[in-house]
């Protein structure tokens, strides 16, 4: 082909470009998500289906997110923020940046753990920290399951577990080790890992496909990433184990949303919100994610134990707000490295 | 101005050329100059908010600059430029000469493909490596029945080294070769019959003939490894690229200022230790010499070795990649509930690299203009700025595009113009650099000719100069296009809301382990990468 043939076909495709790309219009609701687009990307663009209401939605680390809404204060584009964890929202909220929620909005949560105590964010799924682990591994090096996050420091583990250091859900599993330990010792935990060779990946996800691989005996993940994998091939193996007596490694979160006071479209937003707590959207959590539903009429859909028999450390999902401290102690101790 | 000069790479001119500007009509010149000008100010842009932004971390900045985690950082860069800038060089010097001067069979083929590794992303060559040479990866399946059961693991600096080696390779092979290509022969046959053997004539006549190549080459090398973020980002080392995307992920703008600025100006110490180390010695020939063709040394012995050496970097740098792809494409992987469909891609991938790539081209058009054809100081000045783009990394400028749009325009932040602009700021040099040497190498004569039949200076400018430097033209727009469609970081932070490209695509299907979702793309942006490629190639080789 010609060069000028080339320059033709170039010129051609710009124009396309900009004579095609869609014009955006202010009516479009704003969406911050936390959240993997392949977790909630599906029923916004359901929520958009059934409501007409459009949505633009930005994809990002819940750390990230949150921080780059704090950063553009009262400047944000952002209507609603979608987090994968209470604590990006307690962020949030103590900036006061968070509208007030109506009381009918909140009151579809069944357990008021998983709401803010002032109401300006809601939870929308719930989820547990677990250690997932393949048994066939275990066994090929001898290994017991542990009983604590703290038990993986030890030698016998060197080199054999994975974790995600920058993902949300570890972020918030930190803070509450620092609300629960003390600073003192959830860096101690922190360089013990580091010390022992923990493997780091930069999401669950991976984490779940190095256990599958055998890259890694197991790994601190959330609980619903393998029910992904067995969903396409019944026969792995590698399984859940959730730490006893309420061990860190065992803490319950929730993804939630809220609407921001700078919104422009306050009634859409809080459509959206509505729509994330209604049966369509909490039976898609549960059956499609593979998370705990949170509304009272909708049941889990795998087998798992039931929220309220899993031995989770007590603690205030609000009071893991302290973000940038956590994510400051977990780059200081070198786990980005 | 010696810093200055060092940015961008020199280009002896003919004294003749420049008295052009001269006899323009002060009016055209100063238009010239005017665009010129606000092009460098959007240039400047990142500069000063870059400088903003470290200052206004003010102690804690300082604190945070001299810490040793900081200083870590600064030797794990060192430490991974050196060693892969110098194994790129052992691979790249042996290749070069093999597919120049050797009768290696097939030596074009062994070239072509050799070079293929240029059109693969460096971060998608990281992704298929961690696949193939992973602790449980291919390699270890393979040695599994001689009784590895894992192999260490490869992310790290083995990976990042590795990686890096083997994408940059290509850049070194390219002048080496050249520069062997044309090599005066008769100083070797010179060298011959005064008693050196082969290896003596390769050391002490070819090499040092070979070392402004080599040098070049090897800066360039250099510059790609320390600006390079998919490989180390993917591999998971903390170079700087890496250190700076973290903390521009958590909002800290202060202390990615000042570790940006920190690598900014390790940048421009390399290129001024380049400068002060270029040889000041002659390499050109002297007399006419006795013009002939140039003799292929056969390899006797040395031909198997050879072809065995030629077939793993090509198995390194093209077929490790293509195979996991293809073994992704086609194996069982997690399915991703987001389904992109490729045509969305490559609109918008191809689209906003062919609207970057005409920015670009025209924005270099008047500097290139200026450089070529009016060498005030000033003008100097303006040319040397819009180079800056060879020493702020992709990562760099989008960190102080987002803080400029976030604290001064937010009307443009997250929308296609400022992503571009960030395109145009990091590829500006790539384009000045290529029109620049088409206009220098048309003699301003045919310009005067058509003014003294009449014409105006634009339109002799325009029915003239341009046309005779259309195909340099041309060369640096598919350069500058290439580039835009594989570069990540930048188009990571800038993109606007949910605009996705086959790198965003690539990086975030990996993420998430989707890696059926990594193949696809993947193989579409090699497959478009390597067709804008091969007509750079046939340019360059039209012009040697």
Known sequence: MSIQRLASLLLAAALCCFVVAPALGDDVLTVYSGRNESLIGPILAQFTEDTGIETEILYGGTSAVANQILTEGENSPADVFIAQDGGALGALAAADMLHKLPAATIARVA??????????????????????????????????????????TGEEWRGLVGWAPANASFVSNVTAMRVLLGEEETAAWLAGMIANGVQAYPKNTPIVQATIDGEVVGGLVNHYYLFRFLAEDPDITATLHFFPAGDLGSLINAAGAAILKSTDQPYDALALVDYLLSDTAQAYFAQTTYEYPLVASVEPSVDLPALADIETPEIDLSDLADLQGTLTMIEESGALD | MQLADAIRPRLRINGHHHRVLARWQ??????????????????????AYLVLGAVSAGQEGIDYLIRARTLRIVGNSISLMTAATLLATLIAVPFAWLTSRSDLPWRRA?????????????????????????PKGVLQSLLEPFGVDRLPPIKGFAGATLTLTVVTFPYIVL??????????????????????????????????????????????????????????AVMHFNAFTRAIFIQTESYRMDKASVLALLLVGMTLVLLLLHSRMQIRGRHYRVGVGASRHLELLPLGRWKAPALIFCASIVFLGVVIPLLVLFKWLLGHTLTNPIQVPLNLLIHNTVGVSAVSALVVTLAAFPLALLAARGATRFNRWLVNVAYAGNVLPGIVIALALVMFATQNMLSIYQTLPLLIIGYAIRYLP????????????????????????????????????????????????????????????????????????FATRIWSAYDEAFLSSVALPGLALILVSAFALAIILRREEAIS
């Not at chain 2, 665009?35 to 460098?40: C, D, E, G, K, P």
């Open chain 2, 26 to 47: 002060v009016g055209n010149r100063q238009l010239a100059q005017a665009v010129s000008l606000a092009v460098v100010a959007v240039v400047m842009i990142p500069i």
């Open chain 2, 110 to 134: 062994w070239l072509a493909l050799g070079l293929a590794a240029m059109v693969i992303p460096s971060y998608l060559t990281a992704v298929t490596y961690t696949e193939a040479f992973g």
């Open chain 2, 175 to 232: 002048p080496v070769r050249a520069a062997l290509l044309h090599c005066d022969r008769s100083l070797e046959e010179a060298g011959q019959s005064l008693g050196l053997n082969r290896w003596g004539v390769f050391r002490q006549i070819i090499l040092p003939q070979l070392r402004p190549a080599l040098s070049a080459g090897m800066l360039m090398t250099a510059l790609y490894c320390l600006s390079d973020f998919g490989a180390v």
């Open chain 2, 430 to 501: 790539f384009s000045i650099g290529a029109t620049e040497s088409a206009f220098a190498q048309i003699n301003p004569r045919y310009e005067e000719a058509a003014r003294s039949l009449g014409l105006s200076p634009w339109a002799a400018l325009a029915r003239i100069t341009v046309p005779l430097a259309r195909g340099g033209i041309l060369a640096g727009l598919a350069l500058v296009f290439l580039n835009v469609m594989k570069e990540l970081p930048t188009t990571l932070i800038l993109r606007p809301i949910g605009f996705r490209t």
């Open chain 1, 111 to 152: 357990n008021e753990a998983f709401v803010s105590p002032d109401g300006v964010w809601t939870g929308l799924s719930g989820r547990a920290r677990v250690f997932v682990y393949s048994p066939e591994s275990l066994d090929e090096h001898g290994l017991e399951l542990p009983n604590s996050i703290h038990d993986l």
